[in-house]
């Protein structure tokens, strides 16, 4: 014969029938909890791999960078050598051009003064 439901639980489960309830709701929360657990691991790891993901392409930003910056400065370097060629250059020009102007006013200076002498004198 089956006796009251209480009395038949107690036989088959070691818990409080007060209680079993309660205990079916904790497990359902527990399960609910250990999925929740699961996917906030599987989303950790899928972050991860994001975040290594975002690194190696900034190293590989950062190598790049690097090897314009050689190149530019290597490039500015040449420009400033050519750039003190042509000064040098042009200061040298610059130097032959005084030169010759202020010989070309001797020059002139002379000429006036060679005109000068042999032009007659106008008579007061």
């Known amino acids: 014969m089956i006796g ?18 309660e205990l079916v709701k904790a497990a359902g ?3 609910a909890l250990v999925g929740e657990v699961a996917r906030l691991k599987a989303e950790l790891t899928d972050l991860k791999f994001t975040a290594d993901r975002f690194k190696a392409e900034v190293e590989r930003w950062e190598s790049e960078n690097k090897l314009k910056a ?24 610059g130097d032959a051009l005084a030169y010759a102007a202020r010989h070309q006013m001797a020059y002139e200076t002379k000429l006036e003064g060679w005109r000068a002498a042999k032009s007659p004198t106008p008579l007061p």
């Not at 107690?10 to 309830?21: E, L, N, Q, T, Y």
């Not at 050598?81 to 042009?90: I, T, Y």
């Open 4 to 21: 009251k439901p209480r009395e038949t639980m107690g036989k088959f489960i070691p818990v409080d029938p007060d209680r079993w309830a």
């Open 29 to 31: 929360e527990r399960d």
């Open 70 to 93: 050689v190149r530019i400065e290597a490039q500015i370097l040449d420009r400033l050598v050519e750039l003190k060629k042509e000064n040098s250059r042009l200061l040298d020009a």
